[in-house]
């Protein structure tokens, strides 16, 4: 195929959205009425993250029993020191705002009726916190929620969807070599077609998810592999605490589950966690016991299975009543079902697996980042919300509060940004097509095995000096493939997923001492000689 009919034309737009989750697609809703939106989708619109949150939204909608004050504290005690008060105190305020737009929206949370017989909104709690407060739609929050979403979206005039489209690099003036250093638009490939789009836009927003497939074990969409962290890096945007992946303790243990995750709510609500003899276990690693957050319980895990020679433990529910089961997690219930596990009478077999990054491009408060015009929100930013631990359902808070954020910022900016001008098309003339692919295919499984093994759970100095030396081998031999061959979105993935693995390893290797989801053999506790610190990484200058 020649460069010609690679290169289709291009699409103008006041705001770009690279990512359809909650927070792209709420984003492009605050927008749209007065703005000419483009979103962007990798896969299908719904296929991202969000459609397979199981949990909920945490959220004080009111103070009967519970306090925006108590939800701050207990998200600052899961943060293990490193929660950035004043944005824990932000998100935490808006987020009755945020539940009620999405009640606006058509979002049908899961009601009952109060012991005085009115009806109000359920409410469960999960690992880390002190009250019940997270909002829920069963056990399929992410469903109800996206697809509530998507179909608002696919509705609205002022909004153009491009599934099947994957964002390759973010367009600067910095790279242009121009003065003005702000985020000019985006190229784009088309998986379908196979061609490159040019994508003009007065701002841009970061919406792409988080990068767990970076590892061999994985609760998260094949679709999460670190792009819009990797574009914001080489765009030169400062990332931080990369070093903190959460790995969600109870993913379903079956060949053919594709790691299903065991919403942390069944703990919540009574699940205990049992070796194969049906001996508990949590009671020795805290006095949380199931409900302690969730690096405690992956650790525990972890350490019990590797003492045992195990290849999973067990989680059971069922000495609950089997309706309350059915009632309460309904998803799970019959998906467990599907493999050959009736969770009302017996145990389900659990691991941990890869499940949230903590860390992410740098934001403020309004969701800007380092390069005027760009935007980050969701859980490819750093807010400063999580620190080194995301607790339980704060991540589609995050989501939709920093995506407000950002949505009254451009609106408030956009009559003050020209256009940007005419921009250089994809150059194609010095590359081929590759007779090669086994090389992606090689280099994909073993990134993921060795930062599984070496970067994982647990790690050590030498575990991550291992890493390091792979990953240099390796991005040096993508660099070369990408510098020859014409695109394809395994190679962008690949090529995207090896930033993320470095920017992991150069993070974990900086921070000499164990706090919230690092944990290093070498440094097995906190170090107390200073007030914690976040992990910052900065880009190296272009050339001149």
């Known amino acids: 195929m020649n460069t010609a009919n690679r290169i289709q034309c291009q699409h103008d737009c006041d705001v770009l959205v690279i990512g359809s989750g909650a927070a792209g697609l709420s984003l492009a809703l605050r927008l749209a009425d007065s ?27 009111d103070e009967k029993g519970d306090s925006v004050e108590s939800h701050v504290r207990d998200t600052l005690n899961a943060g293990a020191g490193l929660c950035d008060r004043r944005v824990v105190q932000y998100a935490i305020e808006h987020g009755r705002e945020s539940i009620r737009w999405l009640i ?41 929620i996206e697809t509530t979403l998507e179909s608002k979206v696919r509705q609205h005039p002022g909004i153009g969807l491009f599934e099947h489209h994957m964002a390759v690099d973010l367009i600067t003036g910095a790279k242009l070599g121009q003065r003005e250093q702000r985020v000019l638009g985006a190229y784009v490939l088309n998986r379908r077609s196979d061609r490159v789009m040019l ?20 609760t998260n969409p094949d679709l999460s592999t670190g792009d819009g962290l990797a574009m914001a890096w080489r765009a030169g945007c400062r990332v931080a605490n990369m070093e903190f992946n959460q790995f969600h303790p109870t993913c379903l243990y079956h060949p053919k589950a594709k790691s299903f995750l065991i919403s942390e709510a069944v703990r919540g609500e009574g699940g205990r966690l049992l070796l194969p003899d049906g001996t508990a276990f949590m009671e020795r690693f805290d006095p949380r016991a199931e409900l302690a957050p969730r690096d405690i319980v992956a650790r525990a895990i972890d350490h019990e299975m590797k003492r045992h020679g195990l290849e999973h433990v067990l989680l059971d529910i069922s000495h609950k009543p089997a309706g ?32 949230y990054t903590c860390g992410g491009i740098m934001t403020d408060l309004r969701a800007r980042t380092d390069i005027p015009g760009l935007y980050a929100a969701g859980e490819v930013a750093f807010t400063g919300l999580h620190g080194a631990n995301r607790m339980a359902s704060n991540s589609l808070l995050e989501c939709l509060v920093f995506a407000a954020a950002a949505a009254r910022d451009i609106l408030q900016q956009l009559e003050h940004i020209p256009p940007p001008g005419e921009l250089p098309p994809w150059d194609e003339s010095r590359v081929t097509d590759s007779d090669e ?6 280099n994909w499984d073993e ?44 190679l962008l993935e690949l090529r995207n997923l090896v930033v993320v693995a ?15 989801l690092h944990y290093n053999l070498d440094y097995p506790g906190p170090d107390e000689s200073h007030p914690p610190q976040n992990t910052i990484l900065e880009p190296a200058p272009p050339p001149a």
């Open 35 to 61: 703005a000419a939106v483009a979103v962007l989708s990798k896969g299908a619109l719904r296929e991202g993250s969000t459609l397979w949150a199981q949990g909920g939204i945490a959220a004080v909608l």
């Open 104 to 144: 606006d929206q058509g979002v049908p949370f899961t009601r009952e009726i109060s012991a005085k017989g009115e009806p109000r909104y359920h409410l469960m709690r999960e690992g880390g916190h002190s009250q019940r407060r997270i909002f829920h739609s069963a056990d399929t929050t992410g469903y109800a």
């Open 199 to 218: 994508f003009r836009a007065r701002a841009v927003v970061l919406a792409t998810g988080g990068a767990s497939k970076v590892y061999l074990y994985t």
């Open 324 to 355: 309350f089961i059915k009632q309460h997690f309904p998803n799970i219930y019959r998906r467990c079902l599907e493999f050959g596990f009736d969770i009302t009478c017996e145990p389900i077999p659990v691991v941990p697996a890869a499940h």
């Open 437 to 442: 692919a086994i090389v992606v295919t090689h």
């Open 447 to 490: 990134l993921r095995r060795f930062m599984w093994d070496y970067v994982g759970i647990v790690r050590s100095d030498k575990r991550l000096e291992r890493a390091m030396h792979r990953v240099e081998l390796l991005s040096k031999e993508i660099a070369e493939y990408y510098g020859n061959f014409r695109i394809n979105s395994d």
């Open 502 to 516: 470095e920017l992991i390893v150069r993070c974990a290797k900086t921070r000499k001492e164990s706090r919230g």
